[in-house]
């Protein structure tokens, strides 16, 4: 098993997220990512490449405090910096979504 496969979807999500073939519905419809990747209707695992993890694994460091390359943030490469945003933005939207979700189960 890979870190990125499909066995963590879960048996019930691997429908909805186009784990097996693509999903009935877009996922993440107005997102930063559809907004990049264009309609998604598979599972965003399936579209990591080498460069996406590469960027991905910049991306943990970054949030520690370390870049990739001597200087600022401004010394970086730009399709980095702006993968690591793009990662960003998005972990944000799915945040805000479960926030969302989780009040609206509650009932509040
Ligand atoms: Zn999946």
């Known amino acids: 098993m890979t870190e990125f496969d499909c066995d963590g979807c879960g048996e019930t999500r691997q429908k909805i997220w186009g784990c097996e073939v693509e999903a009935d519905e877009p ?3 107005g997102s ?7 309609e998604l209707r598979r599972c965003p695992r399936k ?12 991306r943990a ?18 399709k980095l910096m702006r993968g ?3 990662i ?3 972990v ?4 805000h979504q479960d926030r969302e ?6 009932g509040r």
């Open 27 to 29: 996922l993440y419809p």
């Open 32 to 38: 930063v990512l559809s907004e990049y990747c264009g």
């Open 47 to 58: 579209l990591i490449t080498t460069e996406t993890r590469r960027i991905m694994e910049a």
């Open 101 to 106: 979700d989780e009040r609206r189960k509650r």
């Open 61 to 78: 460091h970054y949030e520690r405090g370390f870049l990739p390359r001597s200087g600022g943030s401004e010394d970086q490469d730009y």
């Open 88 to 90: 960003n933005q998005t």
């Open 92 to 95: 944000a939207e799915i945040e």
């Open 84 to 86: 690591i945003m793009i």
